[in-house]
């Protein structure tokens, strides 16, 4: 069985040390988090206890040192004719989901500009599996705004022979993704169901990570095998 629970009470030099190492976590406390907790289950049949022990507040020193050493990841898009102001609704509702959530939501968001906003979240979080083999479920969506582009002015035809400018708004897009710290987002949440939902999301991206990284090195062994073979190939035919 699978338990979580929180760090030891060892003494540390002072409050900050630890408070990380309450973040950090340790798996010797197994017995202690079933009686504090409760047991779940998880869609593959693993059992886990959510720990309902309160924690002191976290610093905002210790939280942003802990946020800094997450990887992130930039996406733009530039030039869309679309006004920005209207643009903003729909990145600044995906801003603080996990990438699948956003990607749902964007798939039936009633809004004409959801679709290319999707295709943004998705080629940046294809970026993020190219550098540093990052599956989607380990992202979340940190930054989403867009903001004034380069307007194009018009004639505009008004009565009694006048005219006036109109201006054809644009706008750009600025998505930054950063990989999800589950031990912080597990301490910080406030109920037990959130602490639930934060460990079954970080069980099922340690999942999807070690399958794609599978399914890579099975992918570079048959290339590699591939290649031999058309190495030996050159070298039997006749000069």
Known sequence: MRTFATASSAPQSSASSRQ?????????????????????????????????????????????????????????????????WRMNLVCQFIAGMTVPEALTQLEFLN???????????KRTSNLA?????????????????ATKGKHLKRMKIMG???SGIMHHKHSHIRLVL??????????????????????????EAEQEHTTALAERREMERLEKEQEERKQKAREKEPK
């Open 160 to 162: 009694r022979g006048r």
């Open 20 to 84: 990380e190492e309450e973040v950090e976590g340790s798996g010797g406390a197994a017995a202690a988090a079933v009686q504090a907790g409760t047991i779940h289950t998880s869609k593959d049949g693993r059992q886990f206890a959510v720990v309902t022990k309160e924690y002191r507040k976290l610093k905002p020193s210790i939280v942003a040192k802990r946020i800094a050493k997450c990887r992130t990841y930039i996406g733009r898009e530039k030039g869309i004719r679309h006004s920005p």
């Open 129 to 145: 599996d190219i550098r540093h083999s990052l599956q989607p479920s380990q992202l979340e969506v940190a930054e989403c705004f």
């Open 178 to 203: 950063r990989e999800i710290d589950f031990k912080l987002k597990y301490y910080q949440a406030e109920t037990p169901g959130q602490k639930k939902k934060w460990l079954q999301l970080q069980m």
């Open 111 to 121: 809004k004409r500009m959801a679709p290319l906003v999707k295709k943004v979240v």
